[in-house]
């Protein structure tokens, strides 16, 4: 409620329409909790008044003028961490989820901020509050080999892994999916939660950056060994006792479609104890009861640590449910599925 607040979110808008940075503006301070204390028209300038207005959170366009909002976020991540979200009207670019490689929290459409209704304006509001909050670290983005060729894998799947992930998901899924090699002897199923439109965006990246091969799923898609599988927007994905992908647009499960936990369930059911269910970063709990499912089957899972989590909410709430096996650090998780899975 207006008038909570003691001292008020420091909020720094980069973007060069004026229209738009006004609209933006007006959004975010029907919260009285949150205060527009600067704008930048172009990156270099949003560099500057970073360090000088030291914000509680950037919010960065990407195609700016002078200097672009990528090269803002590698400069400002490198020397003077900051919180920033990306708002952008481009989904399709990779160069975004490159953005976050370099150290953006996440990414939201324009048309989702302004213009929209109230309930979407309260949920940007609401992910500024949660995102201004994060504790950010100098950041040197890695380059990675990009090596996709097999080694002989097996079409038929013995194992599954399902990933559940959300906010500080799609910085979390590179970093998990890329350690592990061309020929992993398992299908990987994610949900991530996300911005609708920038599913597509995610796997490009992932798959050009990654050894393995990364598509979005297709009703009907063999689920076969060294290939990862994104639930498409809006859909729930499950797999099907053929082992096969099954998409559907049944009712949203607490809220959330696709749900981490109606995939969890059908990996459960379709691979029993060979079904290996991980929970990383995220906001909310989806994933957690479907994370008992396979639990309770004498599957595998596995839970990403407070420390090494963007928002520790999603693992936490799979953690307090009392069936996660392995909370681990995110860079030990890679190791552990290779451990599980190639043990037999």
């Known amino acids: ?28 301070e029907e919260d009285r ?43 400002i991540m490198a020397t003077n961490p900051t919180p920033i979200l990306v708002v952008t009207a481009n989904a399709s670019q990779r160069v975004l989820f490159q953005a976050l490689e370099h150290g953006a929290l ?11 209704g109230e309930k979407e304006q309260a949920e940007f509001r609401g992910k500024v509050r949660m995102l201004s909050g994060v504790r950010v670290i100098r950041h040197v983005a890695a380059k990675l080999a990009r090596i996709k060729e097999g080694k002989g894998v097996s079409t038929e799947a ?16 590179h970093r998990l999916v890329s350690a592990l090699p061309a020929d992993f002897p398992a299908p990987i199923l994610i949900v991530q939660h996300m911005a609708y439109g920038f599913s597509h965006g995610l796997v490009n990246w992932l798959d050009g ?48 479609r696709p749900s981490a936990t109606v995939l969890f369930s059908s990996v459960a059911k379709a691979f029993g104890t060979h079904a290996v269910g991980v929970v990383i970063t995220g906001m909310g709990r989806d994933g957690a009861e479907g994370l ?12 990403q640590d407070e420390k090494s989590s963007l ?34």
Not at 158 to 173: D, E, F, K, M, N
Not at 292 to 303: E, H, K, S, W
Request: charged fraction near 20%.
């Open 292 to 303: 008992r499912d396979i639990y309770d089957v004498g599957g595998i899972t596995i839970a």
């Open 106 to 116: 996440d990414l939201i459409l324009k048309q989702k901020v302004w213009p929209s």
């Open 33 to 75: 909790g949150i205060v527009v204390c600067g704008m930048a028209c172009n990156g270099q300038e949003a560099v500057e008044k970073a360090k000088k207005l030291k914000p509680d959170l950037i919010i960065m366009d990407i195609n700016m003028p002078v200097m672009s909002g990528m090269e803002a976020i590698e400069e």
């Open 209 to 256: 950056e990654c050894p393995l091969k990364v598509r979005i799923a297709s009703h009907g898609d063999p689920v076969e060994p060294g290939l990862v599988l994104l639930a498409p927007d809006g859909v729930h994905m499950k797999v099907g006792k053929g082992g096969a992908v099954v998409l559907d647009s049944s009712e949203p499960v607490s809220g959330q």
């Open 158 to 173: 013995r194992y599954a892994v399902a990933i559940a992930g959300s906010t500080g998901g799609p910085q979390a899924l």
């Open 311 to 344: 928002v520790y909410g999603m693992p936490k709430a799979a953690a307090e449910l009392g069936v996660v096996q392995s909370v681990l650090p995110l860079d030990q998780i890679p190791q552990a599925l290779l451990q599980a899975i190639r043990k037999e």
């Open 1 to 28: 409620m207006p008038g909570e607040f003691d001292k008020p979110l420091r909020i720094l808008i980069a973007e060069d329409t004026r229209l738009f940075t006004q609209a933006l503006k007006d959004v975010l």
